[in-house]
């Protein structure tokens, strides 16, 4: 199998595209790190379901750059070694410009961008230095259509996202020579359960509508585009986005 004994981390890997990730890549025979910050019991019971053997859980808040270095180590030193990072961990805080006080509209920008910016950047280098000393690796980051068509109500969540994706460019150019690609998919809405409660609402067939294919992207299809970056055989693809959206947003 492509991943066989691969050793992989993914950051919010116990639920939603971050276990669909580690689900597909202990199907192809790696070895997944999976973080996580709460839910102990969710994120056992997410381990437990897993193909294979030597996977493992790791609960670290990695919006701290201590945690996410010690992240890293610890990851390296459960399985043996890296060659994948999967940056998926994100939040997604709405606040609305029309209801929101100043002090809970820039609490919930820095919450947002200290999530979904600077914990990845923070990983990205501690992983990236361990690759650089053993045969280069993979980094593939979850960012999300919001980063190209704005997001409204959750400006902190469209603003990361761009800049994830500008992190994970420019990253792709400063470690190619190291041996390290790095990738990045931006999916459009998918079924999770943290979106389960606005596709079962009013407003979930205009959701749907927005794809001729009248449906949101379901999680393993967004691990499909992430193994596909994660593969060494798609190293030359490095500073690509792959756009899992069913045509609802079209860039070019």
Same mark, same amino acid.
């Given at each position: 199998?492509?991943?066989?004994?691969?050793?992989?981390?993914?950051? !919010? *890997?116990? /639920?939603?595209?971050?276990?669909?990730?580690?689900? +597909? =890549?202990?199907? %192809?025979?790696?070895? $997944?790190?999976?973080?996580?910050?709460?839910?102990?019991?969710?994120?056992?019971?997410?381990?437990?379901?897993?193909?294979?053997?030597?996977?493992?859980?790791?609960?670290?808040?990695?919006?701290?750059?201590?945690?996410?270095?010690?992240?890293?180590?610890?990851?390296?030193?459960?399985?043996?070694?890296?060659?994948?990072?999967?940056?998926?961990?994100?939040?997604?805080?709405?606040?609305?410009?029309?209801?929101?006080?100043?002090?809970?509209?820039?609490?919930?920008?820095?919450?947002?961008?200290?999530?979904?910016?600077?914990?990845?950047?923070?990983?990205?280098?501690?992983?990236?230095?361990?690759?650089?000393?053993? !045969? *280069?690796? /993979?980094?593939?980051?979850?960012?999300?259509?919001? +980063? =190209?068509?704005? %997001?409204?109500?959750? $400006?902190?969540?469209?603003?990361?996202?761009?800049?994830?994706?500008?992190?994970?460019?420019?990253?792709?150019?400063?470690?190619?020579?190291?041996?390290?690609?790095?990738?990045?998919?931006?999916?459009?809405?998918?079924?999770?359960?943290?979106?389960?409660?606005?596709?079962?609402?009013?407003?979930?067939?205009?959701?749907?509508?927005?794809?001729?294919?009248?449906?949101?992207?379901?999680?393993?299809?967004?691990?499909?585009?992430?193994?596909?970056?994660?593969?060494?055989?798609?190293?030359?693809?490095?500073?690509?986005?792959?756009?899992?959206?069913?045509?609802?947003?079209?860039?070019?």
């Amino acid at each position: 199998m492509r991943f066989r004994d691969q050793r992989i981390l993914i950051t !919010g *890997g116990t /639920r939603g595209i971050g276990l669909a990730c580690a689900r +597909a =890549f202990a199907r %192809e025979g790696a070895r $997944v790190a999976m973080n996580f910050v709460r839910r102990e019991a969710d994120a056992a019971a997410a381990l437990a379901a897993l193909d294979g053997k030597g996977h493992c859980l790791l609960q670290a808040d990695l919006s701290r750059r201590e945690a996410a270095a010690k992240l890293v180590s610890r990851a390296v030193e459960a399985l043996g070694g890296l060659e994948v990072l999967v940056n998926n961990a994100g939040v997604s805080i709405p606040h609305p410009f029309d209801t929101s006080s100043e002090e809970e509209w820039g609490d919930a920008f820095l919450a947002t961008v200290e999530a979904n910016l600077l914990g990845p950047a923070y990983v990205s280098i501690a992983a990236a230095k361990h690759m650089q000393v053993h !045969g *280069g690796g /993979r980094i593939v980051a979850v960012s999300s259509r919001g +980063a =190209f068509r704005g %997001e409204p109500i959750k $400006v902190g969540y469209g603003a990361s996202k761009a800049g994830l994706n500008a992190l994970h460019q420019s990253l792709a150019q400063a470690l190619s020579p190291h041996g390290i690609a790095v990738g990045i998919v931006a999916p459009g809405f998918v079924e999770t359960e943290l979106s389960r409660e606005r596709l079962a609402g009013p407003e979930g067939d205009e959701i749907r509508g927005q794809s001729g294919y009248n449906r949101v992207a379901k999680a393993e299809e967004v691990a499909h585009a992430v193994l596909f970056l994660a593969d060494e055989r798609s190293a030359f693809s490095s500073g690509s986005i792959i756009d899992v959206n069913g045509a609802s947003y079209l860039r070019s």
